[in-house]
């Protein structure tokens, strides 16, 4: 009867002295912090300088006035000079509508601000040059502001309307000082024709700004960033989940030992086709997104109390992107191996988080981000998260887009495993283990 073979022992000191384990650990992981460090502080290191085509909406409802007979429209002036100003060239792409489509705008994401320039603009400039005004009414333009756009994108556009005003301000104000020196030299002790007081302090900055949100939201809304933590948790949902089912499966067949801290459990090899591994693994993705959507919605909406209405639609959505993500990673876990996680990472985080538009916006990216956001999953489920919590789940507030790349996402992900594991198996490239041969007993003699 032949002897047990024993497990080959290794010391700790042999281990920490080999090269084969030393060099490909400080590859990978050096490496990994390279790529990620490269993507994540490039696509944030210059928002301003790489601004392209900014969507914000400009609306001139300026009626005109009568100034001496002479009909002015100062409203006209101010928007041709703001679309045609050489600094904002290229940088910002401004909507010229009416107020209702401006809401419009902002109430579906399109835009992440307006500047609206009112009905009496150019008659409370014209109020200013008059004689004796005791009370005067200074003009103003009003900024909108689109935290549900995203509060970064919101908070650049209205900065950039804030200088437009203030630049506004300083032509108007030049034009005024102008003409109320030519009024004082015209003018005589018996009918002065010079401003008023009040007039003359208003002179140097007579246009004022006037802050309003133009798409109200919520208190419990992160300032518009609920929608990117909520998305983060369906990605990770899907991520992770795809990993511990890869696991649990692999365990369940014997590829791999259970170790539930000092004890250590080994089932006997049961084998399986790829094909069939990937598709097990699948279906419980698919199942088990209904509940991890169920659960993170719970908490989220249930416990913390986020702002969100929809709840149907967030949980259906939730699961769909959650399994989406999760058959994503299942596929390059098939086709990857052991390298399949990381590549997992790189792509559903490293790659999509910076170009998601979810914190800084897309037209505030880099060129290279924003060709990664036409395809990048996290950026199509934030907008589909975006439009549900925030825009009344209208479809062409991001949701129509968002259904059609998860969709063809999930389908071109479960395609690809399925094909590469069938190739696998054919190939005769199994998972399972060969035995291993019987030992042979000693010559004698």
């Known amino acids: 009867m032949s002897e047990p073979t024993r497990a080959l022992s290794a010391s700790a000191r042999g281990l920490l002295r080999r090269r084969s384990l030393w060099l490909p650990s400080a590859l990978i992981l050096g490496m990994l912090s390279f ?10 290191n210059d928002p301003v300088g790489s601004m392209k085509d900014m969507p914000i909406a400009l609306v001139n409802a300026d009626q005109g006035t009568q100034v001496a007979g002479k009909q002015i429209n100062l409203g006209a002036q101010i928007t041709s000079q703001i679309t045609g100003s050489a600094d904002l060239k290229d940088k910002v792409s401004w909507k010229q509508v009416d107020r209702r489509t401006a809401d419009d705008l902002l109430g579906k994401g399109k835009v992440f601000g307006a500047l609206v320039i009112p009905d009496n603009f150019s008659a409370s400039v014209a109020a200013l040059a008059g004689p004796l005004q005791h009370d005067p009414h200074p003009p103003a333009m009003t900024v909108l502001t689109n935290p549900a756009a995203g509060s970064f994108g919101s908070s650049m556009a209205a900065e950039i309307n804030r200088k437009v005003v203030q630049t506004t301000s300083a032509q108007v104000g030049r034009q005024l000082s102008q003409q109320a020196e030519k009024q004082a030299a015209s003018g005589s002790a018996e009918r002065p024709t010079a401003p008023g007081a009040a007039a003359q302090l208003m002179i140097a900055d007579p246009v004022k700004a006037t802050i309003e949100e133009g798409h109200p939201l919520g208190h419990h809304s992160g300032l518009g960033l609920s929608s990117f933590f909520y998305t983060l948790v369906l990605v990770l949902g899907g991520m992770l989940g795809a990993n511990v089912i890869h696991t649990q499966v692999d365990t369940a067949l014997g590829y791999i030992a259970s170790d539930k801290g000092p004890f250590r459990t080994v089932k006997p090899v049961q084998h399986i086709s790829r094909v069939r591994h990937f598709a097990v693994s699948s279906v419980l993705m698919v199942v088990l997104s209904m509940l991890t959507s169920a659960l993170a919605m719970a908490a989220a909406v249930g416990i913390i109390g ?5 709840l149907l639609l967030l949980w259906i959505f939730g699961t769909c992107a ?15 191996g052991t390298p399949g996680p990381l590549v997992t990472m790189l792509v559903l985080i490293g790659l999509a ?3 998601a538009g979810a914190t800084i916006p897309l037209q505030a990216l880099p060129g290279f981000y924003r060709f990664l956001a036409d395809f990048e999953p996290f950026r199509q489920v934030v907008d589909g998260v975006r439009s549900i919590l925030y825009f009344g789940a209208q479809a062409d507030a991001g949701l129509g887009r968002a259904w059609t790349m998860v969709g063809i996402g999930f389908a071109a992900s479960l395609l690809l495993g399925l094909a590469v594991t069938r190739l696998y198996d054919r190939k005769g490239l199994h998972r399972s283990a060969p035995h291993a041969p019987a030992p042979q007993p000693a010559p004698i003699g």
């Open 35 to 44: 790529i990620l460090s490269l993507l994540y502080l490039g696509a944030n």
């Open 306 to 310: 986020i702002d969100a209405s929809h």
């Open 322 to 336: 959650t399994a989406a993500m999760g058959i994503t990673a299942l596929a390059l876990l098939a086709v990857l």
């Open 353 to 355: 988080i910076p170009s």
